[in-house]
């Protein structure tokens, strides 16, 4: 899981910046989301054992964002 927050008012540039970030490996599955005060947070589904390296979204430019990047790695355990 990958959240960013976008300085004020670049919400929507954020948001398109993430969607076009091209990995090197694809997921099996991933999600835009976005929030309050301009945050932008991306899900990605993976087939692999939790202690698998995996391709993450880069850090945006500094001028884009408020602060750094926050990322979370979350295993399923079902429903």
């Known amino acids: ?10 919400g929507a540039e954020l948001l398109a910046w993430a969607r076009e970030q091209r990995l ?8 835009f989301l976005r929030a309050p005060q301009d945050r932008v947070l991306v899900i990605t589904w993976w087939d692999a054992e939790y202690d698998t390296e995996l ?12 602060r750094a990047v926050h990322r979370w790695r979350f295993e399923s355990v079902g429903e």
Request: proline share 20%; hydrophobic share 35%; aromatic share 4%.
């Open 1 to 10: 899981m990958w959240e960013a927050r976008a300085v004020p008012g670049r």
């Open 24 to 31: 090197p490996a694809e997921p099996l599955r991933r999600e």
């Open 55 to 66: 391709p993450e979204l880069p850090e945006p430019d500094g001028e884009l964002v408020m």
